[in-house]
């Protein structure tokens, strides 16, 4: 496609697709063949099925300019999400732009123990469980710490149709993205948004506090890729020093969040078990601390129970 192609009349989807293709595999972009069929898609509004099927209609000229307009981005290194607006979480979408980090596939594990521990396999089914004492509340309580996009709070609400969630976060932009997926998604209602540090904003103690907190140690910034670096929040990224500084303030601040009975799911990073079951014995003496692994086998989950509530000072 050359400079004159724009004036065009109307340009041929294949052509168009080989186009981008090659732009984006000449900016060194691993994922050139998949982020060129994405943005050409999103230029033509149609599915992968009616690409791949050869059903759609030659690229029109404004719609090439907008091609070279996203293909121009994402050779800036900007993530395809930010520039298609969208993300897929929890076969859920979502929308995100530069206000919120991006949701993780990995993430997904966070919202499945979630749901598990209140009986519930993500599609609203109950199913049998060991642990009882949670899928016996009949109208759980449950925090989700940082919400960013609202991508757990809104995935937990929406396979817990019974839960009341609590959505903070520091960022004021964070949350404007947050509502406006809650709406989306019909769950607005039972899901409150609340501006704060860490577990402060919660009006009450609850069932349950998820969090995928800020935790990638100041040093190791730098050495991320572009995409993530020059483009997601620093708020949602660094975790001070050692990376650890969120658990601190949220282990501090559990005990007088939880109801008895509570437990507290965090995402962590893959070198942090040993150091957060350290960090739990000092802080909250007594509590059980079990770790799961992620599909790759990293650790991901720490699961913290049996935590000795303090009751809140208010
Ligand atoms: C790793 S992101 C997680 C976003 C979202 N929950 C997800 O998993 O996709 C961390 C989030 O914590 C928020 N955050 C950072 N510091 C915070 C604080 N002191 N209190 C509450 N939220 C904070 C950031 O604004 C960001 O949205």
Not at 107 to 113: A, D, I, S
Not at 189 to 208: D, I, K, N
Not at 283 to 288: E, I, Q
Request: proline share 7%; net charge negative; aromatic share 6%.
């Amino acid at each position: 496609m050359s400079a004159s192609d724009d004036n065009r009349t109307s340009l041929d989807p294949r052509e168009a697709l080989r186009w981008a293709s090659h732009q984006l595999e000449t900016s060194g972009i691993d994922s050139h063949a998949r982020d060129g069929r994405i943005l050409l898609r999103h230029v033509l509004d149609c599915t992968e099925e009616q690409l791949a099927g050869g059903n759609v209609a030659p690229l029109l000229p404004a719609q090439v300019a907008a091609l070279r307009g996203l293909i121009k981005r994402r050779r800036q290194g900007e993530p395809i999400a930010y520039i298609v607006g969208k993300k897929e979480f929890m076969a859920l979408e979502f929308a995100v732009d530069r206000r919120v980090l991006i949701p993780r596939p990995e993430t997904e594990l966070l919202v499945e123990k979630a749901l598990d521990l209140f009986a519930c396999d993500g599609e609203d089914d109950r199913v049998p469980q060991e642990s009882p004492r949670l899928n016996e509340v009949s109208r759980p309580l449950i925090a989700d710490i940082g919400t960013g996009s609202g991508a757990i709070a809104v995935s937990i609400a929406k396979y817990l149709p019974h839960a009341i969630v609590y959505a903070t976060d520091i960022a004021s932009e964070a949350l404007a993205v947050a509502r406006k997926n809650a709406a989306a998604h019909g769950v607005a209602e039972r899901l409150v948004l609340l501006q704060g540090s860490y577990l402060q904003a919660l009006p009450q103690a609850v069932h349950m506090v998820v969090c995928n907190p800020p935790y990638i140690p100041q040093g190791e910034i730098p050495g991320l890729d572009r995409d993530v670096r020059e483009f997601e929040p620093r708020i949602a990224l660094t975790g001070g020093s050692d990376g650890l500084d969120a658990y601190r303030r949220l282990f501090a601040e559990l005990p007088a969040s939880l109801l008895p009975g509570g437990i507290g799911l965090f995402e962590i990073g893959f070198d942090m078990a040993a150091p957060l079951r350290k960090l739990a014995a000092r802080r909250l003496p007594g509590a059980h601390c079990e770790v799961f692994q992620d599909l790759a086998g990293f650790d991901r989950i720490l699961q913290v129970s049996q935590v000795a509530p303090t009751g809140r000072s208010e």
